[in-house]
T-cell receptor, first 116, second 113 residues
Framework: TQLLEQSPQFLSIQEGENLTVYCNSSSVFSSLQWYRQEPGEGPVLLVTVVTGGEVKKLKRLTFQFGDARKDSSLHITAAQPGDTGLYLCAGVKPGLYAGNNRKLIWGLGTSLAVNP | NAGVTQTPKFQVLKTGQSMTLQCAQDMNHNSMYWYRQDPGMGLRLIYYSASEGTTDKGEVPNGYNVSRLNKREFSLRLESAAPSQTSVYFC????????????FGPGTRLTVL
């Protein structure tokens, strides 16, 4: 069972369109992170959201953490070909930082293709 | 700063051969991780090291061993490679235990024939 469900799995859009991808769970997380992974590279951290209802903006990317801290969304405005990649969400469960709680819980990702 | 470096970038092994994947970070991070990434399976944790001198199993440790050589270096060893270990391997490091934000290397693409 995947604790973090990402949707859609695949998305292909034209340059200039807007899009939203989702990261959902039935569990509460103390924080959620979003990463982007380009082909042949490792994931790169984009943002961490910590507080329920928090909204963070990174240029054309807007990240939101759900009020109940069980879900998050990533909205891209006016997508560009450079936004192409695999978008991964990952979360930290509440509780102690030691032992298994050091593990991040990963979603399977949304593969985004932005066509010129 | 180079961040997290991994060697080699590509490797082809025959079943039963052994090899060590090297990872180093220059960010003075305490924690380091080894993942494998397979299509449809996402990132799966193999082993991690919360601090120098400690290592712990992740989700898929069978067939692997690790060594935290010092604060900078964390190696992953395949003693007897199997085709099921064909994958892309990523090393990562983190500095904040509370958020566990991770910084990844470029990966090693391993094929076991």
């Amino acid at each position: 069972t995947q604790l973090l469900e990402q949707s859609p799995q695949f998305l292909s859009i034209q340059e200039g369109e807007n899009l939203t991808v989702y990261c959902n769970s039935s569990s509460v997380f103390s924080s959620l992170q979003w990463y982007r992974q380009e082909p042949g590279e490792g994931p790169v951290l984009l943002v961490t959201v910590v507080t329920g209802g928090e909204v963070k903006k990174l240029k054309r990317l807007t990240f939101q953490f759900g009020d109940a801290r069980k879900d998050s969304s990533l909205h891209i405005t006016a997508a560009q070909p450079g936004d192409t990649g695999l978008y991964l969400c990952a979360g930290v469960k509440p509780g102690l930082y030691a032992g298994n709680n050091r593990k991040l819980i990963w979603g399977l990702g949304t593969s985004l293709a932005v066509n010129p | 700063n180079a961040g997290v470096t991994q060697t080699p970038k590509f490797q082809v092994l025959k079943t039963g051969q052994s090899m060590t994947l090297q990872c180093a970070q220059d960010m003075n991070h305490n924690s380091m991780y080894w993942y494998r990434q397979d299509p449809g399976m996402g990132l799966r944790l193999i082993y991690y090291s919360a601090s120098e001198g400690t290592t712990d199993k992740g989700e898929v440790p069978n067939g692997y061993n690790v060594s935290r050589l010092n604060k900078r270096e964390f190696s992953l060893r395949l003693e007897s490679a199997a085709p099921s270990q064909t994958s892309v391997y990523f090393c990562a490091s983190s500095w904040r235990a509370s958020y566990n934000e991770q910084f990844f290397g470029p990966g090693t693409r391993l094929t076991v024939l």
